[in-house]
């Protein structure tokens, strides 16, 4: 019998020995007397086939339950039914929101809106291709030309999404044999673009520019090209690296420097330049300046700032710029007007610093931690764990305010806070009132 199973196994064709071996190795498999297999499905779990049960979307359902069991309501996904300035409507209702990036109220602003309209009756609502096969419409290059202009370089690329705009760029400008070193609380932009290039990756500790140069000691030499991709305000603490430091430790170790300016444009700087006029210095110091269009520029994007040459070799070949469409006549035309529109008029900026300041001191004031936020529109205020940061939230959406949480992972699992975006149209009376609520939650949660 033995004899006769090996004498038909030796007539299956090769494919199907692979499957059987598959099969045999899994230890799943039965082979029938003709040495076929019982049967040609694969015996798998569940979770490694079936999309609902795959072991993360799993996980995320019993955190949903979990939420539904404590009677939390969900934070996330609320309806906002207009323009989110200092206040949003949602179910009708009013809210003071602290939930928007709409850091100078340039979007809903009428001359912003105006703009689009007239660009989308010219240009239409898609531009349908790649800018570099058809797409490519006046009002792209004047928005990079007058971006340029404003940060103080040579020449500037736009692309769709802000997150992709790292992504790609990062992917494609390093490689295997190059080494990226970013901030610990670097966004998950940064860290995708450097698993995207196949360089060594190395986390430095947060703003720790001498831990940096430490590290660029033992390791810089073993490397072709060297990134140190850093942000001008980081989203989650409201705090700011000291920049002058790490322009010092780039030259030193001949790296490349690169800052995220996501939420530092606009609202750094006297006139809204960015962490670069903030420190008074030559924007040409640092290679790769990026930015989002999605909150000063009220529009929706990103973009890359730097040399003529740099950017003419991205616009030819970043695989994120060629191979997608290029950006809306919309957005660009949002982006263009609002950008000239905060050129003319710092007073939005100094409204922006004035509302940020009091909100801080006066949280300060209140023994409320608000971790390293300095400078910025960026102001967290700690809560503790997820649980008790998720009941501050509805509570303080019962007060009719709208604050997001930021819980773990993102953070500490002890350090979950509610992060609040101050803008230019926030009134002070707004700011006291969140205040004095927020008194009242640490009092009763």
């Known amino acids: 019998m033995q004899k006769k199973s090996k004498e038909k196994l030796s007539e299956l064709s090769t494919q199907k020995k692979k499957d059987l071996i598959r099969k045999l190795l899994r230890g799943k498999g039965k082979v029938q007397p003709d040495g076929k297999p019982e049967t040609d499905e ?28 404590q009677n939390i309501s969900d934070p996330f996904f609320r309806i906002n039914e207009g323009i989110i300035n200092d206040r949003t409507i949602i179910n009708g209702k009013e809210f003071i929101s602290y939930s928007s990036y709409n850091y100078v109220g340039l979007s809903g602003d009428p001359a912003v809106t105006d703009a689009v309209k007239k660009a989308v009756d010219k240009y239409g609502t898609s531009v349908s291709a790649s ?5 490519e419409k006046p009002i792209h290059a004047e928005l990079e030309k007058e971006l340029a202009e404003f940060l103080g370089v040579d020449d500037s690329i736009v692309f769709v999404g802000g997150h992709a705009t790292n992504v790609t760029t990062i992917g494609h400008l390093l490689g295997p044999s190059d080494l990226i070193l970013h901030d610990s609380l670097a966004h998950d932009s940064i860290v995708q673009g450097a698993l995207l290039s196949h360089a060594r990756r190395i986390p430095f500790p947060h703003n720790d520019y001498e831990a940096l140069e430490n590290i660029l000691k033992e390791q810089r030499m073993k490397y072709k090209k060297t990134l140190i991709a850093i942000e001008g305000v980081y989203s989650v603490d409201g705090d700011i690296p000291y920049l002058p430091k790490f322009i010092d430790i780039k030259k030193k170790y001949k790296t490349f420097l690169m800052i995220d300016e996501a939420h530092s444009i606009g609202v750094l700087g006297k ?15 640092v290679e790769i300046w990026m930015g989002t269009l999605s909150k000063s520029f009220a529009s929706c994007g990103g973009y890359i700032a730097g040399s003529k040459l740099f950017i003419k070799y991205l616009k030819y070949t970043a695989p994120g710029f060629m191979f997608s469409v290029g950006m809306s006549p919309a957005n660009a035309a949002a982006a263009f007007v609002a950008l000239q529109m905060l050129k003319k008029d710092t007073n939005r900026i100094d409204r922006l610093r004035k509302n940020s ?26 809560v503790g764990n997820s ?27 002890n350090a979950g806070r509610l992060r609040f975006f101050i803008t230019s149209e926030h009134k002070q009376a707004q700011m006291e009132y969140t205040l004095m609520q927020l008194q009242e939650g640490f009092k009763s949660i």
Not at 271 to 285: A, L
Not at 364 to 372: M, N, R, T, Y
């Open 42 to 69: 694969y015996s798998l779990p569940a979770n490694l086939w079936q999309i609902d049960s795959i072991d993360a979307v799993s996980e995320f359902q019993e955190k949903l339950k979990l939420m539904k069991d």
């Open 131 to 135: 800018r570099m096969v058809t797409g």
């Open 271 to 285: 006139t809204g330049r960015g962490i670069g006029e903030h420190f008074n210095i030559n924007p040409k110091e």
């Open 357 to 382: 300041e009091y909100f801080r001191n006066k949280a300060k004031k209140l023994e409320f931690d608000i971790g390293a936020s300095h400078d910025s529109a960026v102001i967290p205020v700690i």
């Open 387 to 413: 649980l008790k940061t998720m009941e501050m939230t509805n509570f303080l959406f019962e007060k009719g305010i709208n604050v997001q949480p930021i819980l773990y992972p993102a953070v500490a699992e």
